[in-house]
């Protein structure tokens, strides 16, 4: 028995009723398209959030002011804030890290706050980031115009600015930014760079494009800003990191009390997202698979439909040399090419659902789940195929052949 | 059984208290009672009987549809007791044509693909595909060979149903009220298809409760209440 004339014939039947296999596999293609829509968003969500560390920097240690770290590894963005205002990290405290040395590279405090930033062309709300020059290279702030400010702009305050690309834009559109005033606070700064874009707003990401970044002692003697956000700590190999941690750790607590202070590690912060998002993702497809199981019930309910419409069909084919699992085989090919169906259905409409919300939501359809959903339709097909293909198989040829 | 054929004849079909009942309830059916029958190699028998005789039963038996109760069949042979579904199957496809009163044709499937059926599942529809044109030319479809069962007239089908049942070269070929659901003239016509088939050699066994057709026979075995009641040589066949 050749498996291509089976086939064939379970498509002639298949297409016998359109509607009604339309209407079958619309369950099918309902649970395939939204366990793809779904997988999409998370592993969308996923690669955002990595590309969002990216930007931060890689191998750094963020000592914070406060407890602002839960003992299970939680991020809250919140107690940050609040324990910024009452921050004891000193510039001492910068000083005892740097002597550290291997395994920490660089060192940068961080001074960050929300400022106006004017031009001619207007007025912005920005984000001001002082710091010393090592954070262009810590935080991987490059620039596309000018240069970042020097050791010797942090040693003389120097009113010198890098512009956040969104600022550029917005406040210096179709002239060159460099040398150019731009008033923060109410301060003239003189702008000698411009930074990289970072697209992070995107998607509700913190808008590093428009930050400014200034000399670190200029946000204390221009701005007024004294209060240290931040130090951030560089780890000369990755495979140091719990040794770095450990070392900051020490000398932190000979300088301040455990409550004062925290060293988050953005790796593990990074990994404890992606966790939660792949759970999350796996449970939202897990329940949009309960309408593939839908689906499939439906597919069986038609399927019992189609061996009690062609009883007569089944007994000739008996009579004529079917055996038993030729028949089952028949029928199950039969299920199986409907689910299949619905499952491609199913995932093209899913796949350009994805492609649709990408505008405004980060959805990326993976490869794996597309398979898997393939996957999984076919074995729908086949698994909710099994009772009427088998109801089919024992049928009696007399009494089918009787059957009008 | 008193036949008055040669006995070195070759038996294709041979019966041997074959009985037949059903279970209801607490009650037994017997619906056939020690049937002792041998069709011979280039027969043309028909089985004769009211409705309830038992006849279709017999056919089925002897069809390999359905497994009686008790006694042996002999199928070209092959002892035929307690085979499973799939070789029951296997036994049909191989030694077995059946035509019947519905022709029984698939819809949306052209008449040569319904010619080709039982090679689907003997695995041999490519090399029978030429045979079965030849045999649906000499049955005049020749021209038929791609319309669906619905762009036939019953007699039509009929003959494509025919076709089916010649395609594996069965030992017997087993026709159930073969003219019941056509008209005269058709009638006529598969009726002397049929009987040039056993003029070339075939076997064939018809199934009715049709006094006049069960005279084209050469051999008419009359069933009543479960039981041969009657087995005659018939030395003149009319229509």
């Known amino acids: ?22 209407l079958t596999t619309l369950g099918v293609i309902i649970g395939v398209l939204s366990v793809i829509l779904l997988t999409s968003i998370g592993n969308g969500l996923t690669v955002f959030v990595e590309k969002q560390f990216e930007t931060i920097g890689s191998n750094l240690l963020i000592i914070s002011p406060g407890e602002i770290v839960s003992e299970e590894g939680g991020f809250n963005q919140e107690a940050a804030a609040l324990s910024l205002a009452s921050s004891k990290l000193s510039d001492r405290d910068v000083s005892a890290l740097e002597r550290i040395g291997y395994p920490i590279g660089g060192v940068a405090p961080v001074i960050e706050g929300s400022v106006d930033v004017r031009s001619a ?11 010393t020059p090592d954070y262009s290279e810590l935080r991987n702030t490059k620039t596309t115009k000018g240069r970042f400010f020097s050791q010797s702009d942090v040693a003389s305050s120097r009113k010198v600015v890098v512009i956040g690309s969104k600022i550029a834009e917005k406040l210096f559109a179709g002239v060159n930014p460099i040398g150019q005033k731009v008033t923060i606070n109410r301060i003239r700064f003189e702008i000698i760079g411009v930074a990289e874009p970072k697209n992070s707003g995107n998607f509700g990401g913190p808008d590093i494009d428009s930050s400014v970044y200034i000399p670190y002692t200029t946000a204390s003697s221009a701005l ?7 130090i951030l700590a560089q780890v000369t190999q990755k495979e140091e990191m719990n040794r770095a941690k450990t070392k900051i750790k020490e000398v932190m607590l000979r300088r301040l009390n455990e409550e004062d202070f925290s060293v988050t590690d953005q790796a593990e912060i990074l990994k404890t997202i992606q966790n939660i998002l792949s759970t999350l993702t796996v449970g939202l497809a897990g329940i949009a698979a309960i309408s593939l199981v839908v689906g499939g019930i439906g597919i069986m309910n038609i399927m019992l439909v189609a061996v009690s419409e ?18 089952l085989i028949q029928f199950l090919i039969e299920s199986a090419v409907l689910s299949t169906l619905g499952g491609v259905f ?36 086949i698994v909710f195929g099994v009772f009427p293909a088998k109801k089919a198989a024992t049928l009696s040829p007399i009494e089918a052949l009787r059957y009008e | 059984m008193s036949t008055s054929k040669n006995n070195r004849a070759e038996i294709v079909l041979e019966l041997s208290n074959i009985s037949k009942s059903y279970q209801l309830g607490d009650q037994t059916l017997d619906i056939l009672k020690g049937i002792n029958l041998s069709i011979y190699k280039g027969e043309f028998v028909a089985i004769v009987g009211p409705s309830g005789s038992g006849k279709s039963t017999l056919m089925h038996i002897m069809g390999i549809l359905d497994q009686q109760t008790s006694g042996t069949v002999t199928l070209a042979g092959r002892s035929v007791v307690d085979i499973s579904e799939a070789e029951a199957a296997l036994l049909r ?23 080709l059926l039982p090679t689907v599942y003997s695995g041999n529809t490519e090399s029978k595909t030429a045979k079965a044109i030849a045999i649906l030319r000499n049955l005049g479809l020749g021209e038929r060979l791609k319309n669906y069962p619905n762009q036939l007239s019953g ?6 149903a025919i076709a089916r049942a010649l395609i594996n070269d069965p030992a017997v070929i087993f026709a159930d009220e073969p003219t019941g659901n056509l008209d005269s003239k058709s009638g006529h016509e598969v009726i002397e298809i049929l009987k040039k088939l056993n003029a070339e050699g075939r076997t064939i066994v018809i199934v009715t409760h049709d006094v006049e057709l069960a005279k084209v026979a050469k051999r008419t075995i009359k069933i009543f209440d479960g039981q041969i009641v009657q087995d005659t040589i018939n030395h003149k066949q009319k229509l």
């Open chain 1, 121 to 131: 062309q207007g007025k912005r709300k920005g984000f001001s980031v002082a710091s």
């Open chain 2, 155 to 160: 007699g039509q089908q009929q003959r494509v």
């Open chain 1, 224 to 230: 007024g800003q004294e209060k240290i956000s931040y």
């Open chain 1, 310 to 327: 062609r009883t007569k069909e089944i007994g000739l084919r008996k009579a004529l040399g079917a055996t038993p699992n030729n028949i």
């Open chain 1, 346 to 381: 199913g995932i093209i409409l899913g796949v350009l659902g994805a492609l649709a919300i990408r505008s405004f939501f980060p959805a990326t359809p993976a490869v794996s789940s597309i398979l898997l959903a393939f996957g999984v339709s076919l074995l729908t097909g």
């Open chain 2, 93 to 115: 496809n191989q030694y077995i044509g059946f035509i019947f009163q519905q022709f029984n044709l698939l819809s949306r499937t052209t008449a040569l693909e319904n010619v």
């Open chain 1, 1 to 22: 028995m050749k498996f291509s004339i089976l086939a064939k014939s379970a498509i002639t039947s298949i297409l016998r009723n359109k509607t009604r296999s339309f």
